[in-house]
């Protein structure tokens, strides 16, 4: 359900799957069998890091109620809070799933911003 539009394989136009490929280079801060996770090239935030599913997931919406997505949804985000602590976000930091073009999503493989070292503002822009 939900997987139709979605077939997982890496898409040769896609900016994130390049850089998974290694056919963009990138320093990987985080680098697991099913995730990797690198700094922002245009940062928001003193740390401004990017974590990212292998899969060519295209957004958040895309993900169904089947085990595997389930898990990989809960490791993408254990994944970043464990990050964001070794990054020594202890006082706090902000994890941003833009999704869609009125969420501001401007690359359609899902990324989770993992944004801290200053203070938040809300409501965001
Ligand atoms: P979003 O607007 O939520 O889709 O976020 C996409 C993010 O990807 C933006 O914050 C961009 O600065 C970032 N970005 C785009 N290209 C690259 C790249 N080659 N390396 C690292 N970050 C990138
Ligand atoms: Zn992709």
Redesign the pocket.
Known sequence: MGLESNTRQPDPDC?FCK?VKGE?P?KFLLETEDLVA?????PQAPTHV?IIPRQHVKDISKFSSNQEDKTLLGTLFQQAAELALKLNLESGFRLVV?TGDDG????HHL?L?LIGGRQMTWPPG
């Open positions: 900016i850089i963009i990138s690198f700094n922002d090239i245009s990017l833009n501001g999503q401007t690359v990324h911003h």
